[in-house]
């Protein structure tokens, strides 16, 4: 008996719960929640979806949350399923922010008050030569960071399963975080093909997806190609009228076009040589996969999980480093042209949903203590082990 039909005959019932402003402040945690969440839903589990810190979970088999990015607000959520008494599989989608919260911001400050280029070049030089991550942070940062990942540990090992989005994300829990005593199972992001529709073999130009933030890194991306022919569109909501100052002040030329309707972004991505996201920090980066599905050369930054997915097929770039950032695009442009079948396209179309479906509901089993093949009685047990 598969996965999917052990499932649809035991009737389990699941609760997604994700962080409130999900749907107000939409990001990609909230995508990947959404998408397995319609995947698991497709292979037959009863599943409901809600936006808040306090889930009403009375009455379901599991909750499955989403995102420990505010500890405290993901605190209340286990609370809540816990006070109800149903077991916890959780969605880390969790990002080492050491550099954003100190080098990130510090390189931004440079950006938004240096009056030249040269004087940017100057300070950069001294900067590289500090080595020590913790040095950017004052004491104040480093103090709650320090809890902040204490917190996040805790919040893990509250968990039955932990379901990282990648095997570096693992790592990272397992070795940064220190939570070494919860199983874990790997459920890989999966990029909607959508976009594959709107691939063009006439293409041009350099698009960036993703909120304009300090996080999506796009004031160095802009700096680094400040000086080369090539024309920019930035998309994305923009909640920081200083960073699109600063984006235009290196960069004048890039158009900056904030939230897109769905079918324009595609339009454009579809039109697009090269798709560039250089984070600070990111998971796999879905407007990356999308890209690649719309037929884009795609850049991507050295810091998280982001060669796991592309492999040899991405050109990758250091976000303190804005020669690392020009030198990756120029090589993105100097590949063949891309096409249909592509080992890119070949490589996000083996990741699909069901997998990650598949996956998911070996995490329920195994938080449910259910062996592979007998699913039978999971409410029962899943109480018996509340």
């Known amino acids: 008996m598969d ?111 240096a009056k030249t280029a040269r004087e940017v070049e100057a300070k950069l030089q001294r900067y590289r030569s500090t080595q020590d991550l913790n040095s950017y942070l004052n004491r104040r940062q480093a103090e709650e960071l320090k809890r902040r990942h204490r917190d996040q540990a805790a919040l893990l ?99 900056i076009h904030g939230r897109a309707p769905r079918e324009p972004m595609l339009e454009m991505l579809g039109r697009c040589e090269v798709h560039a996201l250089v984070s600070w920090c990111e998971t796999a980066g879905i407007a990356t996969l999308e890209a690649a599905a719309a037929g884009a050369k795609i850049v991507v930054a050295d810091r998280g999980a982001e060669v796991e997915y592309f492999g040899d097929d991405a050109e990758y770039a250091d976000p303190a480093d804005p020669d690392s950032i020009r030198a990756a695009v120029l090589r993105a442009l100097a590949r063949p042209p891309r096409y249909r079948g592509d080992t890119l396209d070949a490589r996000i179309r083996r990741r699909t949903w069901r997998q990650g479906a598949e996956e998911t509901l070996r995490a329920y089993r195994l938080a449910l203590g259910v062996g592979v093949s007998n699913m039978r009685d999971c409410r029962t047990l899943g109480a018996t082990l509340s």
Not at 84 to 101: N, Q
Not at 186 to 192: P, Q, R
Not at 221 to 249: F, M, N, S
Request: proline share 4%.
């Open 3 to 113: 996965a999917a039909s052990a499932v649809r005959e035991e009737g389990l019932r699941v609760l997604f719960v994700q962080r409130p402003d999900a749907s107000t402040r939409f990001g990609g945690d909230a995508m990947l929640a959404r998408d397995n969440f319609e995947a698991v839903k497709a292979l037959g589990v009863a599943a409901d979806m809600v936006e808040t810190d306090r889930p009403d979970a009375r009455g379901y088999d599991l909750a499955h949350i989403f995102n420990v990015g505010q500890p405290e607000m993901s605190k209340r959520q286990m609370d809540a399923c816990e006070e109800a008494g149903v077991p916890i599989v959780l969605s880390p989608v969790w990002l080492d922010l050491r550099e954003y919260l100190g080098r990130a911001h510090v390189y931004e400050r440079l950006l938004l008050n």
């Open 157 to 255: 090992r509250r968990a039955r399963v932990l379901l990282p989005n990648s095997a570096i994300e693992a790592r990272d829990c397992l070795v940064q975080l220190g939570v070494r005593d919860k199983p874990v199972i790997i459920v890989h992001i999966a990029g909607s093909l959508e976009p594959a529709r709107y691939w063009q073999e006439q293409r041009s130009g350099l698009m960036a997806i993703g909120r304009v933030e300090t996080r999506k890194n796009q004031t160095g991306l802009l700096y680094a190609l400040r000086d080369e022919v090539i024309e920019i569109d930035i998309v994305g909501a923009t909640y920081h009228e200083d960073l699109v100052q600063v984006c235009l002040k290196w960069c004048p030329r890039a158009r």
